[in-house]
């Protein structure tokens, strides 16, 4: 069975340096989302791709967050620097198309900054 | 922000009873879908009703859809101890990006 493919799963940093995260989504979706989820608290979406174009970033704090999907296949979700409130978990998701599909979500990727 | 507002925000059951939970929503929407997520983990997606429907089933899931109240409910029928998760409702805007909006949640403990 397709499956959105995350790394890594545990990421430790501290604060002030540069943290990635990798996402795969399932095979032929065009859209692709970056959420980010605190602990007892919803998912909130920080960036949603059509293909390789942002489509939405309003919630992405851009000074420090900068997201990427350069062929429109795989993303890279950085943050520089990371800071203490960064810690959370950061969940990847992808759906076939916009118009209403559901999405399809990874394991995530649990950030702790120290 | 977030779209969605679950209601309540936890509840406890026994097994084999039944579980409803309530979303509230604020603005037009495209479709409502609801998502589960076991501690730690992704989340998972369990039903999808769109705005020109009222009701929808699948297996032990029944949710309906009332866009006049903005609201919409899921019923978990027959509770087991694996329903035991966190449940979520989606909103997805009309227009725009059409970006998937997630409420806060509801925690749901089945007890044995």
């Known amino acids: 069975e397709a499956e959105v493919a995350q790394s890594p799963r545990y990421k430790i940093t501290e604060k002030s340096q540069a943290v990635a995260f990798w996402c795969d989504p399932i095979s032929g979706h065009a859209t692709l989302y970056w959420y980010r989820q605190i602990l007892g608290q919803g998912p909130e979406l920080l960036v949603q791709f059509q293909d390789e174009s942002v489509v939405d970033d309003s919630q992405l704090p851009k000074d420090r967050f900068s997201a990427e999907r350069l062929k429109g296949v795989d993303s890279t979700l950085k943050i520089q620097p990371a800071e203490l409130g960064d810690s959370a978990m950061y969940l990847c998701?992808?759906?076939?198309?916009?118009?209403?599909?559901?999405?399809?979500f990874g394991q995530g990727t649990r950030l702790t900054v120290v | 922000s977030q779209q969605g507002e679950e209601d309540p925000q936890a509840l406890s059951i026994q097994e084999g009873e039944n579980a409803t939970m309530n979303c509230s929503y604020k603005t037009s929407i495209n479709n409502l879908q609801w998502y589960r997520q076991n501690s730690g983990r992704g989340l998972v997606h369990l039903i999808l009703?769109?705005?020109?429907?009222r009701e929808k089933h699948s297996g032990r899931l029944r949710v309906t859809l009332d866009t006049s109240k903005k609201s919409s409910s899921l019923l978990i029928t027959a509770s087991r101890a694996a329903d035991t998760a966190s449940y979520f409702c989606?909103?997805?805007?009309?227009?725009?990006?059409?970006?998937?909006?997630f409420g806060k949640g509801m925690k749901l403990t089945v007890n044995p």
């Open positions: 998701a992808s759906s076939s198309k916009i118009g209403g599909a559901e999405a399809f």
């Open positions: 009703i769109r705005s020109n429907e």
């Open positions: 989606a909103t997805r805007f009309q227009g725009g990006s059409e970006k998937l909006v």
